[in-house]
C-alpha cells in the first residue's frame, strides 16, 4: 500500500526539511538572500501544487525549479544591475547557520566555501547539501558527469588548501 | 579521494546552511492556505453548479430554443399562406413540419472559443495532478430559406470544463 498523500497543511514539516537546503543552493544563482527566498518561494509552491505526487525523492525536482526560477529571475533584471550587484553581494550574508559554540574552523569553512571560484561552488553545494549525484550535477549544470566531479574535486583541494596552507606546501 | 578530503567532506557536511527567514514562512503560509481553503473536490459537484448551460433541462437557456423554434414555424407558416392564398384552393399535403424544413434550412453552424480560464489544480483519485479549465463558447447557428431572402440567426453561450494533466518538468 503506497503511502497516503499528503494534505495541504503538511508543507511545514517538508519545507523545514528541504528549505534551508534549497536557500543555499538558490543562493548560488541568485544576487542576494532575499532574491533566494523569492525563488524559492516560487519554486516550493509550483513543487507542492503540481510535483508532490510525482513520487521518488523530491529534492532534485525542487532544486530544478530553484534553478528555472533564478535563471528566470535573472534574465528578468537589467544586465548592467547583475554586473554591479553580483560582486558585492556574495559574502554579505551568512549562508550558514552560526555554530552555537565558538568553532573557529567551522567559521573559516565557512567563509572558504563562499570566496571559492562560482563554477566550483555551486557544485558543491549541489552535492553536498542538495543531496545530487554527480550525475545529476552534470543534468542541473548541463555538463559532463566527469566536469561536474572535477571541479568538486578541484573545490575540496582548494578548501583543503586555504585552511591547511602548511600541510598541502609540504 | 585521500582521507582528508573524505575528513573535508565530513566537515561540510556538519555546515547548516541558513534556515528559512520568518517572512519567508509567512509568505509561504499565506500562498498555499489559499489552497487549502480551495482544496480540491476531485469531482465538481453538480448542485453547486454555478453557471447553467442550454445542456442542462433545468436551464432558462431552453426558453431561446423554444423562441427559436416558434420562430422558425412561425416564418414557415406565412411564407407557406403567402404561397398558396390567392389559390384558395385546399392545403398541400405536404405536412407544415416539411414545409418548415423547406423553407428554412440551416446553413451555417459554428463554434468560437472566446476565453479559457485556468480555475484549480486538482488531484485525481490516483494521485495524478490535473489543472480545471472553463473553456466559454459562442454556439452560432443560421438558417436560411432557399431564395436567400429569409434568415434566422441563434446564438447562444456555452462553457465546458476539461482537465488538462500535469506533468513535471
Redesign the interface.
Known sequence: MSAP?PT??D??PW?ETY???L??VARQWTRS?SDA?DV??EA??RF????R??GGDPLP?MI?SVRRAALDLLRSRDRREQREQAHVDLNA?????PAIEENE??TQ??EA?TKLPSEQREV?VLK??GGLTFAQIAEQLEMSANTAASRY?YA??A??QT?NPVENHG | ?DN??QE??R???????????A???N??ET??AA??TA??PTRPPVTRRRYHTATSWTSWKWANWSVAAGLVALLAVATHWTDDSPAAGPLPETPVAAASTDALRPVRAARTLVESRPEA?L?LPD???VERVRDYFVDTIEWQDAAGEAQLRWEVPREAVRFVA?T??
Do not use: C, K, N
Not at chain 1, 48 to 51: G, N, P, S, V
Not at chain 2, 11 to 21: N, T
Open positions: 498523500l495541504a497543511s508543507w511545514r519545507f528549505g534551508a537546503r536557500l543555499l538572500g527566498e524559492v518561494q516550493f509552491v507542492w501544487r503540481q510535483q505526487h510525482l525536482l530544478t550574508e551568512l549562508w550558514f547557520q574552523r567551522a569553512l565557512e566555501v558543491v553536498i547539501w574535486r575540496l583541494t578548501l583543503r585552511l | 579521494m582528508s578530503l573535508l567532506e566537515e561540510l557536511e556538519a555546515l547548516s546552511p541558513q534556515a528559512p527567514s517572512a519567508l514562512m509568505r509561504l500562498e498555499l489552497d487549502a482544496a480540491t489544480i488531484e494521485g495524478s495532478p500535469l513535471s518538468y
